[in-house]
């Protein structure tokens, strides 16, 4: 089965700064790949997603890169801001049986 | 407006005592899923709902059950809580793009389960 690892598990910046978060999977069949930020006490909520036809994509100060054949993929966050702090999981699926696979999760933290 | 919706947000059981958690969903999706999560852990999938078709991931414990009446409902039913089963209950939902083989799940808030 899929196996999704994450790195890093923990991530300081300052605010206005970029964050980079990483993550790596091992099924080839893997062709969606989503990434959600969850706030304390509340559900994961999908921020950017990125499918396997394309290599990149991009919504306001949040991006995703997606290398196929390495099998990885990153989550780019510009210009960070205090409300930026959360969690962040990236996860991975090929989309058969509802397989969704989720990394270890990052703990960003973005100090004004 | 709510897409997902959980009920109770925190839930409080004795050892041992039968619980049920419920989502609800006004998406009009066909798959709904329970996920378990710990702290500082990311979401394990219990099992799920593709339409009527009950899925159940290898290791969910038996203990877990799940029912799911109608297209807009699904329940988590507990029979047995041992302190272990305390975590946050996540319910999620997708519309399955069969063509794309690829889909969004969507998440409720959670449902804080304690175990006393």
């Known amino acids: 089965g899929e196996n999704v690892e994450q790195h890093p598990s923990t991530l300081s910046v300052q605010e206005g700064d970029s964050a980079v978060i990483k993550c790596t999977y091992s099924d080839s069949a893997s062709n969606y790949f989503p990434w959600y930020k969850q706030e304390l006490g509340k559900g994961p909520q999908l921020i950017i997603d990125i499918r396997s036809n394309v290599g990149e994509k991009k919504d306001q100060r949040i991006a995703v890169t997606l290398n196929k054949t390495a099998k990885h993929f990153s989550l780019h966050i510009t210009e960070t801001q205090p409300e930026d702090s959360a969690v962040y999981f990236c996860?991975?699926?090929?989309?058969?049986?509802?397989?969704?696979?989720f990394g270890a999760g990052t703990r960003l933290t973005v100090k004004p | 407006d709510a897409m997902v919706i959980q009920n109770p947000r925190y839930q409080v059981t004795q050892f041992g005592k039968p619980v049920t958690l419920s989502c609800s969903q006004t998406?009009?999706?066909?798959?709904m899923y329970w996920y378990q999560q710990k702290s500082s852990q990311a979401p394990k999938l219990l099992f799920h709902y593709y339409d009527k078709d009950f899925n159940n991931e290898a290791d969910t414990p038996d203990n877990f059950q799940s029912r799911r009446p109608n297209t807009s409902f699904c329940f988590l039913d507990i029979r047995s809580p041992g302190l272990g089963d305390a975590a946050m209950y996540l319910c999620?939902?997708?519309?399955?793009?069969?063509?794309?083989?690829?889909?969004?799940?969507?998440f409720g808030p959670g449902t804080r389960l304690t175990v006393t």
């Open positions: 996860a991975a699926s090929s989309g058969n049986n509802n397989d969704m696979r």
């Open positions: 998406l009009n999706h066909n798959v």
């Open positions: 999620a939902t997708s519309r399955v793009i069969t063509i794309a083989g690829a889909y969004e799940q969507y």
